[in-house]
C-alpha cells in the first residue's frame, strides 16, 4: 500500500501538482512501527483529482477518498481552519497553497512528519526531535488547540498510550484547563478513542492517564482499581459507563457474558 501511496504521489507530480504521505504513516515509519493508515494531502482540488485518477469521492471538509488499483486513500487538499463549531467541527476552511500551511492546523508536532515522492521525509515543524525525545506537543498554544477541537484531548491520551511517550507539560496543563469541553464530544466520538486506548497493549498507562487528569465525570465513566484485559471489551466490563456509549448488539452480548463470568 505505501508503494502504491508513493505511486500516486508521483502521479500528482507529473500532472504539476505536490503531494506528501501525513500523519501517522510517517511518524509510524519513522519509529519503526507498522502502519497502513496512510493519508495524503496536496495542493491538488477536488476537479483536480478527477481528471487524474478514476475515481474519486468527496468525503467533506476538502477530503476525498481515492479508489487507486484496489485501495482507498482519503487525499485532502491543502487548507487552514478559520473557525470552529462546538469545539469540534471547522467551521470555516480556505485552501492553502503550502504544505507548511496546512500542517499549522494539525493536533501534535508528532503528527507532522510527512513523506514526499522520492519516500523521503519533510520535517517541517521538528517532528523527528518530538518522536525522538518521546514527547508529545501540540502544534498550536494548546489551550487554543483543544478549545478549537476537545476531541484532541482523548486523542492525546491514545498516544501518549500506543507510543508510550511523554506529555508535555504545558500540554499537560491545557488538558487539566479544558477537559470538561470533552462533555460536549458525541458518546459515538468518546467511545471511538476509549476504544483505541484499549485495545492497545500499553492500556493501563491510557486508564492511567484519565484517571491522573480527573477526566472520568466528563467521559461518563467510572475507572476503580486493578483493571485489566486481553481486549477493549473485557476493559470496558471493568468500568461503569453511561447507558447512552452507543455498544453494537454483539459488543452487548460480549460484555454481559464476562460481566456474568466474573
Same mark, same amino acid.
Given at each position: 500500500?505505501?508503494?502504491? =501511496?508513493?505511486? /500516486?504521489?508521483?502521479?500528482?507530480?507529473?500532472?504539476?501538482? $505536490?503531494?506528501?504521505?501525513?500523519?501517522?504513516?510517517?511518524? #509510524?515509519?519513522?519509529?519503526?512501527?507498522?502502519?497502513?493508515?496512510?493519508?495524503?494531502?496536496?495542493?491538488?482540488?477536488?476537479?483536480?483529482?478527477?481528471?487524474?485518477?478514476?475515481?474519486?469521492?468527496?468525503?467533506?471538509?476538502?477530503?476525498?477518498?481515492?479508489?487507486?488499483?484496489?485501495?482507498?486513500?482519503?487525499?485532502?487538499?491543502?487548507?487552514?481552519?478559520?473557525?470552529? /463549531?462546538?469545539?469540534?467541527?471547522?467551521?470555516?476552511?480556505?485552501?492553502?497553497?503550502?504544505?507548511?500551511?496546512?500542517?499549522?492546523?494539525?493536533?501534535?508536532?508528532?503528527?507532522?512528519?510527512?513523506?514526499?515522492?522520492?519516500?523521503?521525509?519533510? #520535517?517541517?515543524? =521538528?517532528?523527528?526531535?518530538?518522536?525522538?525525545?518521546?514527547?508529545? $506537543?501540540?502544534?498550536?498554544?494548546?489551550?487554543?488547540?483543544?478549545?478549537?477541537?476537545? %476531541?484532541?484531548? %482523548?486523542?492525546?491520551?491514545?498516544?501518549?498510550?500506543? %507510543?508510550?511517550?511523554?506529555?508535555? #507539560?504545558?500540554?499537560?496543563?491545557? /488538558?487539566?484547563?479544558?477537559?470538561?469541553?470533552? $462533555?460536549?464530544?458525541?458518546?459515538?466520538?468518546?467511545?471511538?478513542?476509549?476504544?483505541?486506548?484499549?485495545?492497545?497493549?500499553?492500556?493501563?498507562?491510557?486508564?492511567?492517564?484519565?484517571?491522573?487528569?480527573?477526566?472520568?465525570?466528563?467521559?461518563?465513566?467510572?475507572? =476503580?482499581?486493578?483493571?485489566?484485559?486481553?481486549?477493549?471489551?473485557?476493559?470496558?466490563?471493568?468500568?461503569?459507563?453511561?447507558?447512552?456509549?452507543?455498544?453494537?448488539?454483539?459488543?452487548?452480548?460480549? %460484555?454481559?457474558?464476562?460481566?456474568?463470568?466474573?
Amino acid at each position: 500500500m505505501y508503494e502504491m =501511496g508513493l505511486e /500516486i504521489l508521483n502521479k500528482l507530480f507529473f500532472n504539476g501538482f $505536490r503531494g506528501y504521505i501525513v500523519g501517522g504513516y510517517p511518524r #509510524d515509519k519513522y519509529i519503526g512501527k507498522y502502519s497502513n493508515d496512510i493519508d495524503i494531502t496536496t495542493n491538488a482540488k477536488y476537479d483536480d483529482l478527477v481528471r487524474i485518477f478514476d475515481n474519486v469521492k468527496e468525503n467533506g471538509y476538502m477530503s476525498y477518498i481515492v479508489d487507486y488499483k484496489s485501495y482507498k486513500y482519503q487525499i485532502t487538499t491543502f487548507r487552514k481552519d478559520i473557525s470552529y /463549531i462546538d469545539n469540534r467541527k471547522p467551521d470555516i476552511q480556505e485552501t492553502v497553497d503550502t504544505i507548511e500551511e496546512d500542517l499549522k492546523r494539525r493536533d501534535f508536532i508528532i503528527n507532522t512528519l510527512c513523506i514526499n515522492k522520492d519516500g523521503k521525509y519533510l #520535517d517541517i515543524l =521538528g517532528a523527528k526531535n518530538d518522536i525522538d525525545n518521546k514527547i508529545i $506537543r501540540t502544534v498550536k498554544n494548546p489551550n487554543i488547540s483543544f478549545k478549537e477541537d476537545s %476531541l484532541r484531548i %482523548l486523542r492525546c491520551i491514545r498516544f501518549a498510550s500506543i %507510543l508510550n511517550f511523554n506529555i508535555d #507539560d504545558e500540554v499537560s496543563k491545557a /488538558i487539566h484547563n479544558n477537559k470538561e469541553l470533552i $462533555r460536549n464530544l458525541s458518546f459515538f466520538r468518546k467511545k471511538e478513542e476509549l476504544d483505541k486506548i484499549f485495545s492497545n497493549i500499553n492500556y493501563q498507562r491510557g486508564i492511567d492517564l484519565i484517571k491522573e487528569y480527573g477526566l472520568e465525570e466528563a467521559l461518563s465513566i467510572k475507572i =476503580g482499581n486493578n483493571i485489566y484485559g486481553d481486549n477493549y471489551l473485557k476493559v470496558w466490563s471493568k468500568i461503569e459507563y453511561d447507558d447512552n456509549y452507543p455498544f453494537t448488539r454483539e459488543e452487548k452480548r460480549i %460484555l454481559k457474558s464476562y460481566i456474568d463470568n466474573e
